[in-house]
Structure formats: structure tokens, C-alpha cells
């Protein structure tokens, strides 16, 4: 099983990136996928996820309205689209599968996001 997210890396305050997180070895389809993120001194939190159809969405107060989490299962991928960025929206950003059968969960190595000028 991998998770192996990319796309992170320096924006200035304002900016957006999208992140992406390439599974494999497990039928992506039949699992719910969530980002989350951890900053510096502060434990990881949930950012969003989506069913496994890609029919349903929820996503942290803090990043409502800038953030977009989406899936393609026939890419067996899942992607944050991060607009209007922020300084505290600093940290490493984790992807996550979820089984919806059995108590099991993956999780990518995490891709870096700092947001400075």
C-alpha cells in the first residue's frame, strides 16, 4: 500500500497549490480519503474528505471557501485545491484512506506547505 502525496512547497500569502495523493496497492475506490495537517508544536487536524464515490465532501471551518477536495478513481487520486492561502495555513499536509469495511487506514509521508512572503 502507498499514499504519495506531491504539489506542496513555498506561496506567498494569498496564493493557491494543489496537492495530489497517488495511491496504490489498495482498491482506492472503496475508500474514503481525507487530508490532514499537522504545523509545527500542534497536533495533526483534519482538513477534508470525501466518500468514496466523491459524492460527498466536509471540510474544516478554518479552510471553508478556500479549499477543494476532490477525487478521481480512475486515476486512483485524490486533490486539495487550496486558493486565497494563508501563513497559518503552514504545515505538513498528510492524505489518509479510510476502509468503509474494516477499521483500516493508510497514510501517505506528508508534503510540505509554508506560506510566507
Known amino acids: 500500500v502507498q499514499l504519495v502525496e506531491s504539489g506542496g512547497g513555498l506561496v506567498q500569502p494569498g496564493g493557491s497549490l494543489r496537492l495530489s495523493c497517488a495511491a496504490s496497492?489498495?482498491?482506492?475506490?472503496?475508500?474514503?480519503m481525507s487530508w490532514y495537517r499537522q504545523a509545527p508544536g500542534k497536533e495533526r487536524e483534519l482538513v477534508a474528505f470525501?466518500?468514496?464515490?466523491?459524492?460527498?465532501?466536509n471540510y474544516a471551518d478554518s479552510v471553508k471557501g478556500r479549499f477543494t477536495i476532490s477525487r478521481d478513481n480512475a486515476k486512483n487520486t485524490v486533490y486539495l485545491q487550496m486558493n486565497s492561502l494563508k501563513p497559518e495555513d503552514t504545515a505538513v499536509y498528510y492524505c489518509?484512506?479510510?476502509?468503509?469495511?474494516?477499521?483500516?487506514?493508510?497514510w501517505g509521508q506528508g508534503t510540505q506547505v509554508t506560506v510566507s512572503s
Open positions: 489518509k484512506a479510510s476502509s468503509m469495511v474494516v477499521a483500516v487506514d493508510y
Open positions: 496497492g489498495f482498491t482506492f475506490s472503496r475508500y474514503r
Open positions: 470525501i466518500n468514496s464515490a466523491g459524492g460527498s465532501t
